[in-house]
């Protein structure tokens, strides 16, 4: 067969193969393609799993974490025993918010889709948050429930009785129940009969704003199914893109995650890919360069996905270890830019290895944009092409209108990926969907061929080795300092994270303030990935720009050319 280009490649698949054959869908007042036969629910997903390991020995192992090995049937069978129990003895019906508020166990993955299966939301906590931080996330979200691990059932026990808060412990959590009991209690293990609409939410998952608080994204079933079926669909493409593919050097896919799991890129092209694909995830207890090389090749990992920095730290620690990595396949990095240096030292590193990028967000079930292999080599500032074959995209001007290839304008996507809402924020909602459109706050322009380059954001926000860091939030704890008088947050350049936080802070006439005093006043409030690592003072008012309002992007310029 000839090669095929990229549309060429997605007709051929949509018309060939049921699994990605296409339909279309009214979709909140939205008419959009959809995939015809994909799972209706994320509960239907697991049996799709079930399906593709039918062939392996027991099903195979699934899950590894540290000393732990877990074969896809016991991991279905807890699942769904779990799921019971929510209903059984915690009386969760459809609906209904629970949380996790915990590190990468195997659990998190057991009650993500137990949460899921009865048509109950889960609410992914971000782990790092401080006590204050939590409080305003279960304020809003409304969780009357949250499965924790030790630290943070401590961190959320002050606020618990205040929000009528039930905390179920987790492996060494505390609280009115433990995970564990509620296992031992619930023998079914037969899928839940309960019916789950396709648009009904799934998840609620916090991400940072241009707002002092996070923005609770409102996912769903369908939205997350639709991203991962693009994502399994791209496995029929490649093969029909180029001239040969290499023999595969292990068994099957196995993907070693490092992220979060209350981070999108862990969830939906980690964790819920693999449930299509077979494949085999390995979980790690904490970021180790030389431990990732050394689960590499000790579980053949075949693709590895994760912020740039965890990507140039596994070469780094490759090449300084002689590890060859034989079986890793792809290189993907996602969550932030990857410098274009990186890409052309890690291709040169690990030749037989795709270096890969992707671009999405939460609030698009992390779908959008990806490249990778010989084609990210000869472009490494592009962020890539649009995933077919739902998706549709457009680079706007300020009044929401197309404009032509080349231009710089605001990235906007369409798909059934996109998410319901904000939670508990209609105007913030009203301000980024428009017509079924998406606007990403991020700029940048297409090319004829399609690619996608990302040349600024709208957005003040910082990305610190792919944590988004809302600057307004960092500056209201800042100025919660009786010392201060007024600060500006921006991002400031660095090698290995590519941002991290920096601030100029204007301090009161006759004030002091050290950068240890301000970290210790900063630390009840923010995580401490939060905290400014470079502190500009001042006594002087901050540059400010026509309208009287602080001027960040001259401020920082100042700042880092020494004019501060």
């Known amino acids: 067969m000839a090669v095929m280009t990229l549309a060429e490649a997605a007709a051929h698949v949509t018309s060939t193969d049921p699994r990605f054959a296409l339909g279309r869908a009214t979709i909140r007042g939205v008419d959009l393609p959809v995939f015809a036969n994909a799972p209706a629910s994320l509960r239907d997903v697991m049996a799709v799993g079930a399906a593709a390991r039918a062939e392996l020995p027991d099903g195979g192992d699934y899950i590894i974490y540290e000393g732990e090995r877990i074969t896809y049937a016991a991991w279905q069978s807890e699942t769904f025993r779990i799921a019971h129990a929510l209903v059984a003895d915690l009386s969760v019906q459809p609906g209904d918010r629970v949380a ?72 060494d959590g505390a609280g009115d129940a433990h995970y564990d009991a509620l296992l031992a209690g619930s023998a079914n293990d037969a899928p839940p009969d309960i019916p789950i609409d396709p648009d009904a939410d799934f998840a609620v998952m916090y991400s940072s704003g241009t707002t002092g608080h996070p923005k609770g994204v409102v996912l769903t079933h369908r939205g997350a199914i639709t991203a991962l079926y693009s994502w399994f669909m791209g496995f029929s493409l490649m093969p029909l893109m180029v001239e ?12 070693l995650v490092t992220t979060p799991f209350f981070h999108i890129t862990a969830t939906h092209p980690c964790f819920l890919l693999s449930l299509p694909l077979g494949a085999k995830i390995v979980l790690m207890h904490k970021w180790d360069p030389e431990k990732a090389v050394r689960l590499v090749e000790a579980e053949e990992v075949t693709r590895f996905l994760a912020v740039p920095t965890m990507s140039a730290d596994l070469t780094d620690a490759a090449v300084r270890m002689g590890a060859t990595l034989k079986t890793l396949s792809n290189l993907s990095a996602g969550g932030a830019k990857r ?84 939670l508990n924020k209609p105007e913030a909602t009203a301000e980024v969907l428009r017509d079924g459109w998406l606007h990403t706050g991020d700029l940048g322009r297409i090319d004829d061929e399609g690619y996608v380059e990302i040349v600024d954001r709208k957005k003040n926000i910082i990305i610190r080795g792919g944590e988004n860091i809302s600057c307004l939030e960092v500056e209201g704890a800042i100025h919660k300092h009786p010392a201060v008088t007024e600060a500006a947050v921006f991002p400031v350049p660095h090698e290995r994270l590519n941002e991290t936080v920096g601030a100029a802070v204007q301090l009161k006439p006759g004030a002091h303030l050290g950068e240890d005093e301000l970290r210790d006043h900063l630390a009840p409030l923010l995580a401490k990935f939060k905290w400014p690592e470079q502190v500009w003072w001042t006594g002087d008012t901050l540059i400010r720009g026509a309208t009287d309002k602080t001027d960040r992007r001259a401020i920082r310029a100042a700042c880092l050319e020494g004019r501060l």
């Open 100 to 171: 996790i508020a915990m590190r990468n166990y195997p659990e998190y993955l057991s009650l993500m889709m137990a949460i899921a299966s009865v048509g109950a939301v889960v609410v992914m906590v971000n782990a790092w948050w401080t006590t204050d931080e939590l409080r305003y996330g279960f304020e809003d979200s409304g969780a009357k429930i949250v499965f924790a691990d030790g630290p943070r059932a401590d961190s959320i026990r002050p606020f618990a009785a205040e929000f009528g808060l039930r905390i179920i412990g987790v492996r």
């Open 244 to 255: 040969e593919m290499p023999p595969p050097t292990a068994a099957r896919q196995t993907l």
């Open 339 to 422: 410098p274009a240096a990186q890409v052309l030292e890690q291709d040169k590193a690990l030749p037989h290895v795709a270096i890969a990028s992707g671009y999405g967000m939460t609030e698009s079930n992390a779908l959008g944009l990806g490249i990778s292999g010989p084609e990210y080599a000869a472009r490494p500032e592009s962020a890539g092409r649009l995933y077919p074959p739902i998706q549709e995209i457009k680079i706007a001007d300020e009044a929401g209108d197309s404009l032509p290839n080349g231009e710089v304008g605001e990235i906007c996507l369409k798909s059934a990926t996109i998410m319901r809402c904000y």
